[in-house]
């Protein structure tokens, strides 16, 4: 299968698949729940549409780091403090992503209810287990994850409370983008593809 030209990376159906991605990730921002968040959801997403598998690593990748730009932003410091203080723990979280983006490649053509609830808990579940290990990796340089000193079974313990909201948002999420798609598809025939 070849890659679609860059003529086509402009056409509509990337484009929607784009926007309703950063729509997704200003989500982000608000942040009134630990954990609660679309960014499985997104990359899901991507995987299962882009039809272009650079744009669908690279659209959710990007827009993530941006809203992590803007997060260190609203709350008072700067990136580059931010980013160096999380360094490894941002960087798993971009891994996962990437990781997440994969798995949505299995969905493409083969989105249904069932497969999507599937993906969404595995990419939940995936995200959990593999933050969580490099949080324990790293607790020493993260003074308040005292749980994680004593060992890694207590920083999963510490880390589930955390865990439900990320299954709800990652569901929740799936459902508004994969769902908002389907309606757009049946409004705009170029939207109908397989991948967009």
Request: proline share 6%; with cysteine.
């Given at each position: 299968?070849?890659?679609?030209?860059?003529?086509s990376q402009l056409s509509p159906g990337p484009m929607v698949l784009t926007a309703m991605?950063?729509?997704?990730?200003?989500?982000?921002?608000?942040?009134?729940?630990?954990?609660?968040?679309?960014?499985?959801?997104?990359?899901?997403?991507?995987?299962?549409?882009?039809?272009?598998?650079?744009?669908?690593?690279?659209?959710?990748l990007l827009t993530i780091f941006l809203s992590d730009v803007a997060l260190a932003l609203?709350?008072?410091?700067?990136?580059?403090?931010?980013?160096?203080?999380?360094?490894?723990?941002?960087?798993?979280?971009?891994?996962?992503?990437?990781?997440?983006?994969?798995?949505?490649?299995?969905?493409?053509?083969?989105?249904?209810?069932?497969?999507?609830?599937?993906?969404?808990?595995?990419?939940?579940?995936?995200?959990?287990?593999?933050?969580?290990?490099?949080?324990?990796?790293?607790?020493?340089?993260?003074?308040?994850?005292?749980?994680?000193?004593?060992?890694?079974?207590?920083?999963?313990?510490?880390?589930?409370?955390?865990?439900?909201?990320?299954?709800?948002?990652?569901?929740?999420?799936?459902?508004?983008?994969?769902?908002?798609?389907?309606?757009?598809?049946?409004?705009?025939?170029?939207?109908?593809?397989?991948?967009?």
């Open positions: 299968m070849t890659q679609p030209t860059s003529s991605i950063v729509i997704a990730a200003l989500a982000r921002l608000p942040q009134f729940l630990p954990n609660f968040s679309p960014i499985e959801a997104m990359a899901l997403f991507g995987g299962a549409y882009f039809a272009n598998r650079r744009l669908a690593m690279m659209v959710p609203l709350h008072g410091g700067t990136f580059s403090a931010y980013f160096s203080a999380y360094l490894p723990q941002l960087l798993t979280v971009y891994a996962c992503v990437a990781i997440c983006t994969v798995l949505g490649f299995g969905l493409r053509g083969r989105v249904s209810g069932g497969r999507l609830l599937g993906y969404s808990l595995g990419g939940s579940l995936l995200f959990f287990v593999v933050t969580n290990f490099v949080v324990w990796l790293t607790a020493a340089s993260i003074p308040q994850y005292t749980a994680c000193n004593a060992g890694l079974l207590p920083c999963y313990i510490a880390a589930v409370p955390f865990f439900q909201w990320t299954v709800l948002s990652t569901l929740l999420y799936a459902a508004l983008l994969f769902g908002g798609f389907a309606l757009l598809r049946r409004r705009l025939p170029v939207l109908r593809a397989q991948t967009v």
